[in-house]
């Protein structure tokens, strides 16, 4: 079955403890990407990969590090949580239309994050 | 830059009414234009695209025209469950520099009652 499988699906921790989400898809998609939702403010782009090593900042990277070292996989990292980084986190892939330019985006289930 | 603007939810309607879901765009090329779905507790899914312009999106009774010259998307359904209360999202995608950046509107939020 085709998927992006995120974990943990819940997270709980402290300010400054360092912490990692995985994020896996299993369908050879070369974009992917990583986005918060926050209420009343929608989803936005934290960090996007074009494919292996390439990876850019989105709308709000700060507070975040990402990496690609397999096509598969795209993990977020948070070195230093702080509280306003609570949010829901969704990872996403696609692969790319050079002629329309359009993703067609493929999303995991959430990983709900707190940080006290 | 790239800009999606949805009506505010939420929405609420009784079963079998009609739903419109408004939404406009702007950008600087020429995108493709998505509406996302949530389910309670789940991650967005696809519902339907456009890719150019008047080109229609379908999917589950649901409808979208890509309009140019109003640069809009607006999503329709003839007759709503209760099965399809969720946040809808619309979307653009695009080329900015060689990157494909999509942009997503704030979302809303659609509740059908029986």
């Known amino acids: 079955e085709a998927q992006v499988t995120q974990n943990p699906r819940y997270l709980i921790t402290v300010t400054g403890k360092k912490l990692t989400v995985t994020c896996s898809q299993n369908m050879n998609h070369e974009y992917m990407s990583w986005y918060r939702q926050d209420p009343g403010l929608g989803l936005r782009q934290i960090y996007y990969?074009?494919?292996?090593?390439?990876?850019d900042k989105g709308d709000v990277p700060e507070g975040y590090k990402v990496s690609r070292k397999e096509k598969r996989n795209f993990p977020l990292i948070l070195e230093s949580p702080s509280p306003n980084q609570t949010s829901l986190y969704f990872c996403?892939?696609?692969?790319?239309?050079?002629?329309?330019?359009?993703?067609?985006?493929?999303f995991g289930s959430g990983t709900q994050l707190s940080v006290l | 830059g790239d800009s999606v603007t949805q009506m505010e939810g939420p929405v609420t309607l009784s079963e079998e009414a009609f739903l419109t879901i408004n939404c406009t765009y702007t950008a600087t090329g020429y995108p493709s234009l998505f509406w996302y779905v949530q389910y309670p507790g789940e991650g967005l899914q696809l519902l339907l695209k456009?890719?150019?312009?008047?080109d229609k999106g379908s999917n589950k009774g649901f409808e979208a025209t890509y309009r140019k010259e109003t640069t809009s998307f607006h999503l329709e359904k003839g007759s709503v469950q209760v099965s399809d209360s969720a946040v809808y999202f619309c979307?653009?995608?695009?080329?900015?520099?060689?990157?494909?950046?999509?942009?997503f509107g704030r979302g809303t939020s659609l509740i059908v009652h029986p």
């Open positions: 996403a892939s696609s692969f790319l239309d050079a002629e329309t330019g359009g993703l067609k985006l493929f």
């Open positions: 979307a653009l995608s695009d080329q900015r520099g060689g990157s494909y950046i999509p942009t």
């Open positions: 456009a890719t150019k312009a008047d």
């Open positions: 990969s074009m494919n292996v090593e390439v990876t």
